[in-house]
């Protein structure tokens, strides 16, 4: 039987967001209905608002999320009703091109639902934010969207792994592949920065220089274990990350802001033979110049993280793990919980400064 549940809806480009009852349809081959139990606010939901990502409005926003498999449909094993699982944007499929040659992280046919669950008061079909749409008492995903953890952590710190944290997180251990005795950068300390030096610190990184433009994201970046750090607005990124490395420039730089002059700033800050990693999301019109000679002239890589290069089903329950034994702090992502209702509210929050994440708790 298809159910009536509540959902934050974008109707249409800019508007407010708003709680709409929606319809979730029975699961059908490989789908499962997830009960959720948290979601976190991300920039994308909010720019999902905007019409930044596509014109496909209705959006039922929300895919940062955790809560416990309610029923599945046929054909599905990895998964059964009354699982605590977190959901991810990225379910591979195991058989194109990339995942047979071993690297699912490019797979081209990810797997979302294929019912759509629709708004209950038109009928209309709605499409759910990275196909989760978890901003919802209930949700319809892929089996494969689900990935089983841990079940005594708590449903607001599990969640973030879904998202922005896996994607800081994955960016220095996954992409970056950060090591011990590395010098880390990171240019831009919110969620994903932070997360990044966390990250960093798992690794086993000697040094983590913390980048930003407000010393109370520097601060915040220090209890996440950043070792240094540099205020860009007030002395220079590159020779202030040159001088915290002997000279020479970091090993690995995450750039977690998505703008062309703190790429740069990356760029020059590694060292020779160091890595950039880019994990901020930049715009389509910002164009990067650099001199061509300044690229042949180092060595190392540049290379782009795109949610943190992670396997949700290697990722997911080992971060999880960490967090349980005390390693990885992921309550402190958390800067406040809120209702359904609110969602609109945190998307105002959120250009404060103050909020790392508003997780929304159902
Ligand atoms: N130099 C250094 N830091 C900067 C600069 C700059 N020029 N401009 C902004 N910042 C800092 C902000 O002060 C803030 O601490 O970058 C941080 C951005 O943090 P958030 O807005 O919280 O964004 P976050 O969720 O961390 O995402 C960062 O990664 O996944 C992408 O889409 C996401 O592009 C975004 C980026
Ligand atoms: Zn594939
Ligand atoms: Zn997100």
């Not at 998964?79 to 379910?91: C, E, H, K, T, Y």
């Not at 019912?115 to 901003?135: D, H, N, R, V, Y």
């Not at 901020?280 to 061509?292: H, S």
Request: aromatic content about 4%; charged content about 20%.
């Amino acid at each position: 039987m298809a159910q009536e549940v509540r959902g934050v809806i974008a109707p249409g480009k800019n508007e407010p967001v708003r709680v709409e009852t929606i319809v979730v349809p029975d699961p059908g081959p490989g789908e499962a209905v997830v009960k959720v139990q948290a979601c976190g606010v991300c920039h994308t939901d909010l720019h999902y608002k905007q019409g930044g990502i596509s014109d496909d409005f209705p959006f039922l926003l929300g895919h940062e999320a955790a809560g416990i498999v309610e029923s599945v449909g046929e054909g599905v094993t990895d998964v059964a009703p009354g699982d605590f699982v977190i959901l991810n944007w990225r379910a591979v499929c195991g058989n194109c091109r990339a995942c047979l040659r071993g690297r699912p992280q490019y797979c081209f046919n990810t797997h979302n639902a294929k019912q759509k669950m629709t708004l209950a008061s038109t009928g209309q079909e709605l499409s759910p934010a990275l196909g989760i749409g978890a901003f919802a008492d209930k949700t319809l995903v892929a089996a494969g969207q689900c990935t089983k953890v841990d079940p005594t952590v708590s449903p607001a710190v599990a969640g973030l792994l879904g998202c922005g944290v896996m994607a800081g997180i994955g960016a220095a251990i996954n992409t970056g592949n950060v090591g011990r005795g590395d010098t880390v950068a990171v240019i831009g300390c919110g969620g994903v920065g932070d997360a990044a030096i966390a990250g960093a610190r798992l690794a086993g990184a000697a040094r983590i220089i913390a980048v930003d433009i407000d010393d109370r994201k520097l601060e915040k970046a220090r209890s996440m274990g950043a070792t240094h750090t540099v205020n860009s607005k007030t002395s220079d990124a590159v020779e202030a990350i040159r001088e915290l490395t002997g000279g020479f420039g970091a090993d690995v730089v995450i750039e977690a802001v998505g703008r062309p002059e703190t790429y740069k700033q990356a760029f020059y800050g590694r060292d020779l033979a160091g890595t950039v990693v880019l994990v901020g999301v930049p715009t389509p019109e910002m164009k990067l110049e650099l001199p061509l000679l300044d690229v042949f002239g180092r060595g190392g890589s540049l290379k782009s993280s795109w949610y943190g290069d992670c396997l949700p089903s290697r990722d997911f329950p080992m971060l999880i793990d960490l967090h349980q034994q005390g390693r990885l702090d992921l309550g402190a992502f958390v800067t406040e919980t809120v209702q359904l209702d609110e969602v609109e509210k945190a998307f105002e929050r959120m250009h404060g400064g103050d909020v790392l994440r508003s997780v929304v708790v159902l």
